[in-house]
């Protein structure tokens, strides 16, 4: 079954780019989507099709996707992103999530 | 606005049955795929099932293949999970999730199953 890897957690200086992998095998050739998700609540979208954000989303989250990784980047980064990040992607007729990444601000 | 409202969960036993609901609003829902997916608490999200806009295709994740079943009514703007043969590993919060433009947009607060003696 098809499998997509997420470094389980990145620390990143307030101001500073955070950056979160996801590889998975031709994962370029799938679109991907990202998830932000903060302590008790419901994941939300932040980017989908590899690049683009829905609206509300911050311009300081972008995605991209080629060869086996999806990255999402974080640039002046937040306290307020201290959160977990899940990369999802379709495969054939299931979907995958990542196992998740916990991103800590400090 | 646009807002998914997941019911129906609660304790069954191992090897018992429950039917999970979700109400849609805000948006043409006939117009949309949908999707299952839980989490286990303290643990990742795990995709369970997916039905086209129309409920002609159905996907299942290997875990639920067989024992859970998902269906829709467009006339009452709802989705549905039909739990059977319930399994402690079965034990998390179900989110009911909106799909469009391959991208899970609108997530439901989700309902909790617990599988337990």
């Known amino acids: 079954s098809y499998e997509l890897t997420q470094p389980p957690s990145v620390s990143v200086s307030p101001g500073q780019t955070a950056s979160i992998t996801c590889s998975g095998d031709?994962?370029?050739?799938?679109?991907a989507s990202w998830y932000q998700q903060k302590p008790g609540q419901s994941p939300v979208l932040v980017i989908y099709?590899?690049?683009k954000r829905p609206s509300g989303i911050p311009e300081r989250f972008s995605g991209s996707n080629s060869g086996n990784t999806a990255t999402l980047t974080i640039s002046g980064t937040q306290a307020m992103d201290e959160a977990d990040y899940y990369c999802?992607?379709?495969?054939?007729?299931?979907?995958?999530f990542g196992g998740g990444t916990k991103l800590t601000v400090l | 606005q646009v807002q998914l409202v997941e019911s129906g969960g609660g304790v069954v036993q191992p090897g018992g049955s429950l039917r999970l609901s979700c109400a849609a609003s805000?948006?043409?829902?006939?117009?949309?795929?949908m999707h299952w997916v839980r989490q286990a608490p303290g643990k990742g999200l795990e995709w369970v099932a997916f039905?086209?806009?129309?409920?002609?295709?159905?996907y299942y994740a290997d875990s639920v293949k067989g024992r859970f079943t998902i269906s829709r009514d467009n006339s009452k703007n709802t989705l549905y999970l039909q739990m059977n043969s319930l399994k402690a590993e079965d034990t998390a919060l179900y989110y009911c999730?909106?799909?469009?433009?391959?991208?899970?947009?609108?997530w439901g607060q989700g309902t909790m199953v617990t599988v337990s003696s």
């Open positions: 999730v909106k799909e469009e433009d391959n991208g899970f947009d609108i």
């Open positions: 805000g948006f043409t829902f006939s117009n949309y795929g």
């Open positions: 039905i086209r806009y129309d409920g002609r295709n159905k």
């Open positions: 031709k994962l370029g050739d799938k679109y």
């Open positions: 099709e590899d690049r």
């Open positions: 999802q992607a379709w495969d054939s007729s299931t979907v995958v």
